[in-house]
């Protein structure tokens, strides 16, 4: 009842605040969706797509570029804002996926202004049916995408969960076709299907697919191969006045179906094959395409948009709809404040954070699981999802998510475990729609579910995920001794297990991982964040057991060099070293690596000989020689914003000892390397991953460590930020003064003089006050 009390009185107090600082300042944000650039992160790598799309949604309606090759696309994903001709409209993609072509990209569906005359497959560098565009005529915002074509189209989208509407306007005086590229997703596909229904106005078809990092040059191989087909039904307003299909470099006018795949080969291995299928129209009038999508069947898809289409939808309705769901999803967190541009970075970094997870169900409750078979939610599950880029995202984006959006959290979980029962009980690292793409290395899932769980998140099922989970941490399996994948997408997921356990590290010339030295510690981390649930569990014999094997990245620091190094079977050290190099690890040099201990960063400053020691190697990462900040382009031996194993370093000054420098560092990063415009992300955003690192940056907290709900402090952007979680209790921060160095703290209404905050904290809810200073 004392608690109950508690929560009933902070939030009468934060409702009190929340009321008198709005009518003190006008400055709180009633729109946030009107704030969210989907064009922010199309350029510089970060491979963000600007189309049509619902919070989580399984559409997302987005063009697909090309630079002249029709078996690849002007950046991963299909969208690259310098590249300024596309072949389609496709329905599917992942935000910021790093491996071009990226992942789906699937049913481009392109409007031509001319004749149809011969196959579009046999357009090899897409010279005929493609068309420039200029941004001068495109339109992003979240749930529409408008875009007008220099063939003289326009074209005017809006996304549902699982379906859209879009309208084709083609000039009066030309021929007016609509392809369908049924083939032509991203990576290729083995097989697709199409059907025109002319007495109807009406097209169906599926394309059978999957391949995510399929051109990938260590391990992608592994990955041409096909995990799910996505069926689709269009209905149209307009009579069609003619079919055509094609396969191959083979045109048929008049045709009403065909089939045919690509093969997820590329260049001049797959162009000028696959399969698809045109309509003609009377360009004397507007055309109105409803679409919808299914992982399951054509019915499933017919069903899904009977539920989300009605007679009466229109672009606008629709459009207006998807603004609400952003605008309610992104209400999540209410920012008061600010510039418009920072205002502008914030809610467009919390909308790619919060795209993801992706539906994969249907509204039946249907979905297609691992094993290819379709199955029904469990009870208790609200739908499944899927796109799971473990290895980014369960360092920042899952603990937003478990903050903003628990029961989406919940549902993710069981997702997952879902999945994992379908896959012999084996959890993998990236999972694609239902795939396992063992793309990455570690065990990100443990990390996962652990801190879903340490963050409150309890609509999944707890006991029978960590136990699957904490038998892949284990039992050894026979994958565990294969290479094939490797490095880069080894199918072991806990690679040549039985070696680990018994020498306490991952042996880089035995380890069948991408490197000896990376995988100790992703491990560490995996098997310290279930200890912590084990904890909670009540699992004694677990914790003790786990807690332990969280401390094997010692084993993986030379004190004779001062950083992480990869070892041998025999126990020697792997040489030559070189700090900047990347042998034994992945994606990182040793330099980033030897940071990488967020569960013991008072026991890695003890490796290297104390704080006063680890803080100037600390500052060394972050500035050149002459104390310049050197925050990007520093090269493998500099801290890199651009990937994942080294972005919680600048949060550590706060266990070293001197928080000040995390408040300078991160403020330094927020206010140089995340901007407005195309180029405003440093890199890939890994399905919100980069997005959710600012989200929190902004609001002055950071998750801790994995496995754990605490959160470390730093100086707050805005003046002030409600967060209001989905049927949770609302935390208001506030910020006053100027600078970006904290003088002081209160919490709920009382001085606070620690760097971090317990996980009780955000759950709870409750009132952050801080003073800010221009001196450290």
């Known amino acids: 009842m004392r608690r109950y009390a508690v929560v009933a009185l902070t939030v009468a107090l934060i409702g009190s605040m929340t009321t008198m600082t709005a009518a003190a300042s006008p400055g709180w944000v009633t729109s946030p969706a009107s704030y969210v650039d989907p064009l922010i992160g199309s350029a510089r790598d970060g491979n963000t797509f600007p189309g049509a799309t619902t919070p989580s949604g399984m559409l997302s309606w987005s063009p697909t570029s090309t630079r002249g090759d029709q078996t690849s696309t002007g950046a991963a994903n299909g969208y690259q804002y310098d590249t300024t001709r596309l072949r389609g409209f496709s329905l599917t993609h992942v935000d910021g996926a790093g491996c071009n072509p990226g992942a789906a990209g699937d049913i481009p569906i392109m409007p031509i202004a001319a004749d149809v005359t011969s196959s579009p497959s046999a357009d090899k560098t897409d010279a005929i049916y493609a068309s420039d565009f200029a941004h001068t005529d495109e339109s ?144 004397a009038h507007k055309v109105t395409m409803k679409i919808a999508l299914s992982y399951v ?56 954070g919060l795209m993801q997870p992706n539906l994969v169900s249907d509204v039946d409750g249907r979905y297609l ?57 084996v959890w993998d690292r990236w999972v694609h729609v239902n795939g396992a793409t063992h793309v990455m290395t570690g065990d990100p899932s443990a990390a996962t579910i652990a801190t879903f769980y340490a963050m409150g998140v309890r609509n999944f099922d707890v006991r029978g995920a960590f136990e699957s989970l904490y038998r892949q941490a284990t039992v050894p399996r026979p994958e565990g001794l294969q290479d094939g994948g490797c490095p880069g997408q080894c199918v072991g997921q806990r690679p040549n297990l039985a070696q680990y356990l018994t020498s306490h590290y991952s042996a880089n010339d035995v380890c069948h991982c991408w490197g000896g030295a990376a995988e100790t510690l992703e491990d560490s981390v995996a098997d310290f964040s279930l200890a912590q649930w084990a904890r909670e569990l009540g699992r004694d014999k677990e914790y003790r057991e786990l807690s332990e094997r969280g401390s094997y990245w010692r084993n993986v620091f030379n004190p004779a060099t001062g950083y992480m190094q990869a070892r041998n079977l025999d126990g020697g050290w792997v040489t030559p070293f070189d700090p900047a190099s990347d042998r034994g690890f992945a994606q990182g040099s040793s330099a980033t690596y030897t940071w990488m201990v967020p569960q013991d960063v008072t026991g890695l400053a003890a490796a290297m ?57 991160v403020r330094e990063l927020v206010n140089t390397v995340y901007t407005t415009g195309p180029a405003g992300l440093p ?20 998750p801790r460590t994995p496995g754990s709900a605490e959160m470390l402090l730093s100086s707050p952007l805005f003046s002030q930020a409600l967060v209001l979680p989905e049927h949770g209790a609302p935390t208001l921060i506030t910020a006053t003064g100027d600078g970006k160095y904290v003088q002081s703290v209160r919490r709920n209404g009382l001085p606070y003089h620690d760097w971090k905050l317990d996980g009780a904290f955000l759950q709870h809810g409750g009132l952050l006050n801080f003073q800010l200073s221009t001196n450290p």
């Open 609 to 665: 000989g104390g704080k006063d020691k680890a803080v100037p190697r600390l500052d060394a990462f972050f500035h050149d020689a002459q104390g310049n900040w050197k925050l990007t382009g520093g090269g493998p031996l500099k801290y890199d914003p651009t990937n994942e194993p080294g972005i919680h370093a600048p949060w550590l000054y706060n266990e070293l000892g001197q928080p000040w420098k995390t408040q300078e560092t």
């Open 297 to 352: 069947s054509l019915e499933g898809a017919e069903q899904n948009l009977r539920a989300e289409l009605s007679p009466r939808s229109s672009v606008e309705s629709v459009a207006s709809a998807a603004s609400r769901a952003w605008n309610e999803r992104l209400g999540r967190v209410r920012i008061g404040g600010g510039t418009e541009g920072q205002r502008q970075v914030f809610y467009t970094a919390l909308y790619h």
């Open 369 to 425: 699981g691992m094993d290819q078979q379709v199955h029904r939610l469990e009870p208790g599950q609200d739908a499944q999802y899927g796109n799971f880029s473990g290895w980014d995202q369960y360092r920042a984006q899952i603990q937003l998510l478990a903050l903003l959006e628990p029961r989406i959290a919940g549902n993710f979980a069981q997702s997952l475990f879902n999945y994992a029962k379908q896959n012999d009980g």
């Open 140 to 283: 992003a915002k979240p749930g529409r995408y408008t875009l007008g074509l220099a063939n003289g189209v326009k074209t005017d989208f809006a996304a549902t969960d699982r379906a859209g509407i879009g309208t084709f306007a083609f000039p009066a005086d030309k021929p007016a076709n609509l392809l369908f590229r049924t083939s032509n997703s991203l990576n290729g596909s083995e097989d697709a299907e199409i059907h025109l229904d002319q007495a109807n106005r009406q097209v169906t078809g599926s394309v059978l697919t999957g391949a995510f990092c399929g051109r990938r040059a260590n391990g992608g191989v592994n990955n041409r191969k096909t995990y799910y087909r996505l069926h689709f039904v269009a209905q149209f307003d307009q009579a069609f006045t003619a079919t055509g299909t094609w396969r191959d470099a083979q045109l048929a006018p008049g045709g009403t179906d065909t089939t045919g795949g690509e093969g997820y080969a590329t260049g001049s291995a797959r162009a000028g094959r696959g399969s698809g299928g045109y309509v003609t129209f009377d360009p």
């Open 683 to 702: 890199g890939n955003d890994d399905l919100g991953t980069m997005s959710a690192w600012y989200v929190f940056a902004a609001l002055g907290i950071y």
